[in-house]
């Protein structure tokens, strides 16, 4: 059975940092991705970014890239996503997939979730 399993996430303050993290388990051989996504009442679910088990590839949407860092750790199967310099438009739901192809950004191409974090910046 496949498991994603986040933790981190709160309240953090404009310009401020926050990381996230995601423990997989039972991941099938052949899903090499782990991307992260988000979510507001107002927008569909938005890609954020993604990295690749195999190489450690990372692939970011434009809207995060130079603030948020996707690593891992592959001796726990964990992938972080490293926020910085955060906005009030970063508030979300924010949500780890696993999938198979690298890097797609569309939710539907993606088999497992995680139960997913709220991140609130404030200003």
């Known amino acids: 059975q496949v498991q994603l399993v986040q933790s981190g996430g709160g309240l953090v303050q404009a310009g401020g940092s926050l990381t996230l993290s995601c423990a997989v388990s039972?991941?099938?051989?052949?899903?090499?991705?782990t991307a992260w996504f988000r979510q507001t009442p107002r927008k569909e679910r938005e890609f954020v970014g993604a990295?690749?088990?195999?190489?450690?590839?990372?692939y970011y949407a434009d809207s995060v890239k130079g603030r948020f860092t996707i690593a891992s750790d592959s001796a726990k199967d964990t992938v972080y996503l490293q926020m910085s310099r955060l906005e009030r438009e970063d508030t979300a739901i924010y949500y780890c997939?696993?999938?198979?192809?690298?890097?797609?950004?569309?939710?539907?191409?993606?088999?497992?979730w995680g139960q997913g974090t709220q991140v609130t910046v404030s200003s």
């Open positions: 997939a696993a999938g198979v192809t690298f890097p797609p950004v569309d939710p539907e191409d993606y088999d497992y």
């Open positions: 039972g991941r099938p051989f052949d899903t090499d991705c």
């Open positions: 990295i690749s088990r195999r190489f450690g590839s990372t």
